[in-house]
């Protein structure tokens, strides 16, 4: 299950050689075609590969080492450049492989379009399950200058799919007038400007359930993520995001699967951006993977 | 009333292409040619209107749209390089006609000093006139070694002109010791550091009045807008002066016009500051015109 | 025939208002979605508009303004985000209108597929047509990774339909292998390294023909055009290329359109390689539009 | 004593050209040749004495100018480049030599290791020396990859030479656990993550005693502090820090050293860190020079 | 005669501390407020002098070490900011000063416009000098938007003042068509693209004659040359610059002065244009410095 | 013989997987602590291997494929940071083993200083070896500072071990007159600025030899690689670099070893000459490997 590619061989910091043994795999979807401004993102998961060096195995936020859990890293799924839906669909059948073969899925972007064929998946696994989703932007659009397919329609493209009040949304501080109108007809959890706040409510009301997690980077103000393909003003710290973590971490929801998209390495200067989207994943992998 | 220059073209995102009909009119003010620091605020008007195209039109802390509000990007006024005296002759005649044919101003620095000619022109025709002034800097300066018209000494020459009792500055945290004792002993309204609180205990005392309102971007912490000429730690989060922004529009008072200056692109690595400007110009546009 | 677009107001320096009266047409093509490595070429046609404004309209190598000739700047193509196909037809409708309509079509990349739909354009008019082609690459293969359409294919695309003795290729420093044998089985006309002096001897025999041209921004050494997608080291200076469009100019070869593709602003430290990339069109307008 | 080099005639603002008369002395260690990730600090102490002329001499905070302050700025002390332990001795040294003069000792890295020596010189003065360490990392490491001597080990060689117990670190988000294990048995006095909140509580307990305080540029997020070697996010913002320095003028504690290191300039665009850090040493020294 | 600022202790590596004992003075014109595009050159003497300690201080192409030439580096002059004409008259003023002491003028721009006061006071001196001027452009306007002295006029101003006839320009590229035809008719020596071999043809006609230098950054090409306000592909090479210094310093012109304009630091990535400056400075002092 | 790390898993693009069937050895020395102005070479090997990917496979000057070549990427050695001593020890010890088991050693830096041991190591099993150098700088100091093992030392040190007859330096144009003058007098083969023309006179006379062959990246022009340690003026350009290695690849030289060093990616936009510097190591191992 690694990709054989010339350049996979960098991997994230102490992810285990074999994937057999493995509970969780992290994977990169290197694409960024549909993007309608600021492409890059395709560079994303090796640069977090690559700053992970610099990071401490421990978390003093969660007391865990990386070595107690076994993760392995496979590389970046291959993708044919500027097609999206075959993207789509390479993205989705590695997702159902990884879950056939028991792991939990920990993607990387990658534009945003790409955690919805991973969450069609998951969900065709679990039944009851809910999305759980940090970002600037609703992403809930139907369709973006005709295309279905874009970086601005796969929260929608997933809600029509497993139902709108299945679908947490947070930190969301823009979008069309008619997608914050659609969530609220349709009764999705769509909260605006917060993040910690709303979070902490909605946990206990989703305990035992399944829950897969997506993050797009720009949920953080740019002072946090300036790399990254659209910033916008009025956003979280990083720290808040990693209190929302390690909330998660401490609340009684399952973890079936997450990814971290959107960090797109060229308009990061002195990969600041980078490293903080490193270490969330970090927390993440210690935090949320029992 | 639209500059007739080869590169005029690029305009805010839906601004009217109608002047008669428009109730506001955006300007820039490209000048730079006083500071004693880091030049480039000349780039700035030109930039906001560049990536104002990736704003969404719609704002959700408004809830109100773009095309609500009739407004006309009349480009940038015309200044003679390097000649301030003549640029504020200028700057000063056209705010009058805007004045005089019912618009609302609505400028884009440039330098901060650019923001003295139009206040001028907006106190001739509101004799109550009050300032609302957000800035890391006091800009209380006489002169600077010895130049009357210089970016350090905007504001009070207009405090000199309306009478600094009408002059409220907030954020304050840089400045000469005789700039804030003046401040003191001549009863101007200085809040050093803080800006969203004292505002709220202002706002109620000049409800009803006619209030002209000049944003130099330093007001914010240079970790939300490094693209700027002088940037001092310890200032405020772009989402207080979103909300500062939002209680202004809340309150009662009558923004009868508005600049935001000092945004300089050469120092702004992937335009993170830029992008700032343009959603804190959608929120003024959208909240303060009526 | 210029598209109604927010944004594409911003037009090459003296470009004539008026469409009918124009003997050229300059346009936009943004799309960078099927390049394998660094996209951003979306970007460069209106940098290139932006920064003409910093240039002089004579010429000193020509002695000829661009008063002199009229051509009408149409902005930007509007593509479909991530899909190439459809954005390739587009492409190709809008030039044989154009071509239609009697105008010289000007394009600027985006990512040198977009020379594709073009040349067939051309070549659907023009029995006789040649191309001229100053590239680091042979862009010559069949596909890539199974894709038809890749920005590694338009030069073997267009060979392949108006047959390979009619393609002549400057400056190709990069390729695989089979391209290489392939261009030289087939009588490609293909000079690697040098491009003045094969051009001088190709010019005399192409006498009276129809010719396109088409450059890529990385025939320059990475040294005199940082700002694209592939750099590769050993290119020519801008001078040899200045050259190169003058010796064109003098020839009696007919041109009958040309592009200039792979600007990519965000590698463009300073707007160094966009300040060339405009320089150079200038110089192609004032030398080939007779 | 100050160090006759060519470039060392730049200064810090408003600093003394008397060293006899001054008080307080300030100097540069230019040293990083033991950072195991990202090098440059070693252009820290003169990339703050040129922007330092950007700054006010006015504090607004603490209502105090810098010419009531007499220090002398002596420019860096010679280190040999590659060597660490005769780089240590020689700042141990010169340190004494201030000590012996009755200068307080106010140093800019460089790595953080350079700290080490100077808190050894001026533990050797006063018995009962307390450390106050603001940073995002332990820094308690014995040794790194068999080097004793490293920029991951200072705090903890000062620990074992003053006794654990008289060291308080703040706002600490990273480390090995075993550093974090070491700190609790030790009795060392570590707070994590939290900066202003335990400092208050702790200044009390100091009163009175001699303190040299040590800031790691890190201890900030990297959204206010992107320039510098190792960044980690979730850390305080930039007036949180000024807080804390304001905190501990404000306590009754006898600040007899203090320094400012891992400004590395190479990884701070348009100079953001470096004015922040500009900005904090003329708070340090209008608080804490009495 | 050196300016007692605060910040212009730093100097030219290997400047005399004494101005009575030196022949030639190194001084900055920090001035950029008439440009019309980029500016920014106001901070080029500071960092030329700050990178000179990267410089070897013997010239292999001379053989010659900077200690066998005494000179004085004075520092900045402190011109007023957004102020042109009084600057112009204060460096007008200055220079006369250092000609009455019988001293070289060696002068480090700046926008080019800094140079007209110069060459006008050397002018006063030498009733036969002779000016040699390199730059991409004329700067032959005789206003700029109505502004007579501006950065594009300064060549035309002292062609009016000593006679066109002495005045020679090499590697010019960019003008607008007037002022070439005036070069043409007045009989000004304007060498359109090429510099060193029309140089190697004048300077022997130049045999004894009192002969100032002025260097534009510009002429360079924008490969070798990216940190410059307007930067113009098609220029010569570093190496020919290099060459024409030597060319000058073995001809038989007597250099009464000189100077070197526009680098503009805020442009020039990592300092390639800045060491550039700083290595032409050595070599014309070593060169015409006898 | 490939080093056990984390990070080390990313490749040189078609690399071998195994040591033993190799016929060279490709690895990194990433040391850059005694070099005296701007670090950061240590990145230079990962830099080079990472935009690899980039290149194609095939050589269109040599007609040479890099899957005709065994050569095997072992990763960086691990180096003691801040230990050069010890770090030259283990480079020296790790080259010999290489030479032990038959290999070619390619040697990425890092600093120059790296090439010392491995020059050793090659001259203590060739005894006819001779030294081919290209470089800007001499490198021929006794010592720098006292420190004997400086950056600005190794040439001096292989010459005194080899004897300075045995050493050819190209394209020298910076160092101190002492070291040209020990050059003259020894004998060394010194070629200032020039590279190819006096190359092409030296082969000949070195037929049949063992020549171990260094290059530092700095003998191009800034231009041509801004992303170095020490840029200086007036150097080759990268089309020159790619004769000379043509050049010697057509001789009767017998290549056993070679390196590329100073590559320092932070100075370098866009990994501009990080890509040149890639190139420069796949036309050697196609040329130099028989």
Known sequence: MRFDETYSGKVFIKSHPNYEESKAVLYGMPMDWTVSYRPGSRFGPNKIREVSIGLEEYSPYLDRE??????????????????????????????????????????????HLVSLPV???????YDDLAIIHFDAHTDLRENYEGEEYSHSTPIRKIADHIGPKNVYSFGIRS?????????????????????????????????????????????????????????????????????????????????????LV?????????DQ??????????????????
């Not at 989705?92 to 492989?97: F, P, S």
Request: aromatic residues 8%.
């Open 273 to 290: 951006t980078a490293n903080t989207a490193s270490k969330l994943i970090r927390e993440m992998i210690l935090g949320w993977i029992k």
């Open 262 to 270: 959107e960090l797109a390495p060229v308009y990061d200067h002195s």
């Open 119 to 125: 969450m069609k998946a998951v969900a065709s696994k």
């Open 66 to 111: 990386l070595e107690d859990v076994k993760f392995f890293d496979a590389g970046d799924i291959p993708l044919p450049f500027g097609n999206p839906e075959k993207s789509l669909m390479e993205i989705e059948t590695y997702v159902h492989t990884l879950l056939a073969d028991g792991k939990i899925p920990m993607g990387m972007g990658g534009e």
């Open 175 to 259: 979008g069309m007038k008619e997608e914050f109108e659609w969530a609220k007809e349709q009764g999705m959890h769509l909260y605006k400007f917060e993040v910690l706040e709303p979070l902490k409510q909605v946990l206990p009301t989703l305990e035992g359930r399944p829950v897969y997690i997506t993050i797009d980077m720009d949920v953080l103000d740019p002072a946090h993520a300036p790399g990254t393909g659209t910033v916008d003003a009025g956003g979280i710290t990083s720290r808040e995001l990693l209190a929302s973590i390690h909330a998660i971490a401490a609340s009684g929801v399952n973890v079936v699967g997450f990814d």
